[in-house]
């Protein structure tokens, strides 16, 4: 049986990315060991270039963002409005808290790599009758 353990974002500075998610989000390093920083609860990031090199050896990799507007990293917390406060001052906006079609607030932005973020509100938290 297959079990998903943790998507594994490349990132183009480990030690920038480990402090952002760190200090800035708040996660609690489990540990980071050679090219690769795991989080509570199961996030990690790998330093790209040493990434790249262990999947696909040698062969050149094209230069640019590792962050392609083709992922979204979730991530939920309790007071919404507080981790926006927290966050916003730090990173590149996609959107400021608003509320989903579904019903769940949520905000997103850009991780130092390009990456989309989104932090929403636990899905519990969101009102039944929406």
Not at 36 to 56: D, M, P, R, S
């Amino acid at each position: 049986m297959f079990r998903f353990i943790n998507p594994l974002p490349f990132v183009s500075d480990l030690e920038r990315s480990r402090r952002f998610y760190a200090e800035v989000m708040g996660l609690a390093v489990e540990r980071c060991e050679g090219d690769v920083c795991i989080f509570a609860g199961g996030f990690a990031i790998h330093q790209g270039e040493a990434l790249q090199k262990t999947i696909w050896g040698d062969v050149e990799m094209p230069a640019g963002d590792y962050g392609q507007r083709n992922l979204l990293l979730y991530f939920e917390h309790d007071d919404i409005d507080a981790a926006f406060a927290a966050i916003a001052p730090h990173v590149r906006l996609i959107h400021a808290v608003e509320r989903q079609a579904w019903g769940q607030r949520v905000f997103r932005f850009h991780d130092p790599d390009g990456h989309a973020v989104e932090v929403g509100e636990p899905m519990e938290a969101m009102p039944a009758n929406l």
